[in-house]
């Protein structure tokens, strides 16, 4: 090696740490040696001692960024009309049921809520529809974002539900005006919700 300047054996400057920033006393460069005596003579045994503390500097702060709790990323925004599905950690529902978003507001305490439906089938496999509602970070928690309602699937539960339907509009099963035909209601939402579904361009 003919330059002693890039020789570490006959100039230990070069093994210092402190050559990744400048040097504020001398104007070296990162990368580049001291030098003294107005740049007339390269500093071959050390570096300046502000360059060395500048790299503890750069280091401190460096690690206090990666210490400080960086921002989460803006989670998804909740809609109204939007499917999820419970996360595995939610033992309240079956990984089938499916949530659909039915409102959004901020109560009267200040924090965001949602309030959603829960389609599911019950211990015999027949459907039911609960209606529910909770803060919204409790909901991020307890439900998943699921893809949109695919048609076919509206299409076959809107068939389904038909059947019930015919039942709850049968006034010899169910008289009308009655409190199980009023709970029943909510079916007949349902169906005319599949039914626009089902019509909605392919999607
Ligand atoms: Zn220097």
Aim: proline letters at 8%.
């Amino acid at each position: 090696m003919s330059n002693p300047d890039l020789n570490p054996a006959i100039t230990p400057a070069l093994n210092s740490p402190a050559l990744a920033v400048a040097c504020d006393s001398c104007g070296a460069q990162p990368g580049d040696l001291c030098t003294s005596h107005s740049g007339t003579r390269v500093r071959r045994n050390d570096v300046h001692r502000v360059r060395s503390l500048a790299l503890k500097h750069a280091e401190a702060q460096a690690a206090a960024v990666r210490a400080e709790p960086q921002p989460a990323d803006e989670p998804p925004a909740i809609e109204v009309g939007q499917n999820y599905r419970p996360t595995t950690e939610n033992l309240h529902h079956k990984a089938t049921d499916r949530i659909v978003v039915r409102r959004l507001w901020t109560a009267d305490d200040g924090h965001d809520a949602v309030a959603y439906d829960i389609h599911g089938t019950d211990y015999a496999g027949r459907d039911f529809l609960a209606h529910s509602a909770c803060p919204i970070d409790v909901f991020r928690r307890s439900y998943r974002p699921d893809e949109p309602e695919r048609r076919a699937d509206a299409i076959e539960r809107a068939e389904h539900l038909a059947n019930i339907r015919d039942m709850v509009n049968d006034p010899t099963i169910i008289p009308p005006g009655s409190l199980i035909h009023g709970s029943y209601v909510f079916l007949l939402d349902e169906i005319a919700r599949l039914q626009a579904v089902a019509e909605e361009p392919q999607r």
